[in-house]
């Protein structure tokens, strides 16, 4: 079974600096997703970020950023210039498609607070 | 506006006491699913539908069930509450084109179930 790990509960940086959230997961699976979510006070689920596993280039939106390691099975969510409205609990996901069912595994998730 | 809605948003019961949390989608998406989030836990996967009338068990299915008679509604049955199912619950819908195409999902804004 797919399992999805982050290793920090909680995590606190001042404003305009750059934090990276880890994320490392385990499939024996060769094509899959992942995704970084964000979850505000408003416990409204935000997709952040997407990465296709055969894809090699790191995927980018903005101000966020993750780091594939395929090999090494880590998927990090970095995001620089951090903004107060970036304080949320996220949270990393796994998923594999298969036969139009799409298996989608949480991470225990990180909350980060942006201190001004 | 494409959105997921649930109803209700926070509702307390008591132990045996049948509920049911509607989800409704506005996107013509095939694939429904929904989720309950426990602290530490992240998300789990309860119940997940393909198309009307295709469901199937995610991780955590005891104690619920579903049915999809229309493409855009997708209920959540609790039949005898017990304490343990206190919890939030996320109904989400979404498309998937594999091979690099388009994916969206949309998650709806959680209730908050509190079983006495």
């Known amino acids: 079974a797919q399992t999805v790990t982050q290793s920090q509960p909680e995590m606190s940086v001042q404003e305009a600096e750059t934090v990276t959230l880890s994320c490392t997961y385990d499939t024996s699976e060769n094509n899959y997703y992942l995704f970084w979510y964000k979850q505000p006070p408003s416990r409204q689920m935000i997709l952040v970020i997407r990465?296709?596993?055969?894809?090699?280039q790191n995927a980018t939106e903005n101000r966020f950023s993750v780091n594939f390691q395929k090999a090494a099975k880590s998927f990090s969510l970095k995001i620089s210039d951090s903004q107060l409205g970036d304080t949320a609990m996220y949270f990393c996901?796994?998923?594999?498609?298969?036969?139009?069912?799409?298996?989608?595994?949480f991470g225990q998730g990180t909350r980060l607070t942006i201190n001004p | 506006e494409a959105q997921v809605t649930q109803n209700p948003r926070y509702l307390i019961t008591v132990t045996g006491k049948k509920l049911t949390v509607t989800c409704s989608q506005n996107?013509?998406?095939?694939?429904m699913s929904w989720y309950r989030q426990d602290p530490g836990l992240g998300l789990r996967q309860i119940y997940y539908?393909?198309?009307?009338?295709?469901?199937d068990k995610g991780d955590v299915p005891e104690g619920y069930k579903v049915s999809r008679k229309e493409k855009r509604n997708f209920p959540l049955i609790l039949e005898s509450p017990s304490p343990n199912q206190t919890s939030l619950y996320f109904c989400?819908?979404?498309?998937?084109?594999?091979?690099?195409?388009?994916?969206?999902?949309?998650f709806g804004p959680g209730t908050r179930l509190t079983v006495t």
């Open positions: 996901a796994f998923m594999k498609h298969v036969g139009g069912a799409q298996k989608l595994v």
């Open positions: 539908s393909m198309n009307v009338e295709v469901t």
């Open positions: 990465q296709e596993a055969y894809k090699q």
């Open positions: 989400a819908s979404s498309f998937w084109q594999g091979g690099g195409g388009s994916y969206e999902q949309y």
């Open positions: 996107m013509n998406h095939e694939y």
